[in-house]
């Protein structure tokens, strides 16, 4: 049974910066994480950054030029670093893999952004 554990999150100042971090157990050879999403409080659940097929990244155009996406896969961790961080970034960010076939979510990790 694969585990995701999101870690890095906590409240920081506009302009901040946050390094969020995902670590997988108990997964197979076929595992891939998937990307990082967020969800504001009475909204739905966003994507924010993932991996091409060809592993070049995609990021949501809000976090743009702000947010990087790294993985790296000796250590199993998935990594999203923010920069330059806005109250409209505050949210629960998800990290989300997927392993042969069914797909799988962390608990969260709060990140919360004042002005």
């Known amino acids: 049974q694969v585990q995701l554990v999101e870690s890095g999150g906590g409240l920081v100042q506009a302009g901040g910066s946050l390094r969020l971090s995902c670590a997988a157990s108990?997964?197979?050879?076929?595992?891939?994480?998937m990307g990082w999403y967020r969800q504001a409080a009475g909204k739905q659940r966003e994507l924010v950054a993932t991996?091409?097929?060809?592993?070049?990244?995609i990021y949501t155009d809000a976090v743009k030029g702000r947010f990087t996406i790294s993985r790296d896969n000796a250590k199993n961790t998935l990594y999203l670093q923010m920069n330059s961080l806005k109250p409209e970034d505050t949210a629960v960010y998800y990290c989300?893999?997927?392993?042969?076939?069914?797909?799988?979510w962390g608990q969260g990790t709060q990140v919360t952004v004042s002005s």
């Open positions: 989300n893999g997927l392993d042969f076939g069914s797909y799988y």
């Open positions: 991996f091409s097929r060809g592993g070049s990244t």
């Open positions: 108990g997964s197979g050879f076929g595992f891939n994480f």
